[in-house]
Nanobody, 122 residues
Framework: HVQLVESGGGSVQAGGSLRLSCAFS?????MAWFRQAPGKGREGVAV???????TYADSVKGRFTISKDNAQNTLYLQMNSLKPEDTAMYYC???????????????????WGQGTQVTVSP
């Protein structure tokens, strides 16, 4: 069983930066960040596989970076050049199945954290 605990959310002005962290336990093959803005569905932001392959949503390419520290069992999302439209609840997501990278940015992953709020003001 995988457990996920996010931290690092907060409020920032447009153009600023935040780094989200997700402490995890249990075996994972893929890990990802999703987000959900008020009144909208969950949106995939970035995915990383155990072999370090990554996928990013077009809306965050060049601004966000997903990474993982296996020694610390922590997943990160470095968010730079933040925009008001990045405001959302951000979720840490994981899956242990070997084909999970094929899910891409779809909401097919097994394990979801409770979320951390990111608010970007104009």
């Amino acid at each position: 069983h995988v457990q996920l605990v996010e931290s690092g959310g907060g409020s920032v002005q447009a153009g600023g930066s935040l780094r989200l962290s997700c402490a995890f336990s249990g075996y994972t093959y893929c890990m990802a960040w999703f987000r959900q803005a008020p009144g909208k569905g969950r949106e995939g932001v970035a995915v990383i596989a155990a072999d370090d392959r990554t996928t990013y949503a077009d809306s965050v390419k060049g601004r966000f970076t997903i990474s993982k520290d296996n020694a610390q069992n922590t997943l990160y999302l470095q968010m730079n050049s933040l925009k008001p439209e990045d405001t959302a609840m951000y979720y840490c997501v994981a899956d242990a199945r070997g084909w999970c990278f094929d899910y891409g940015l779809r909401t097919l992953y097994n394990y979801w954290g409770q979320g951390t709020q990111v608010t970007v003001s104009p």
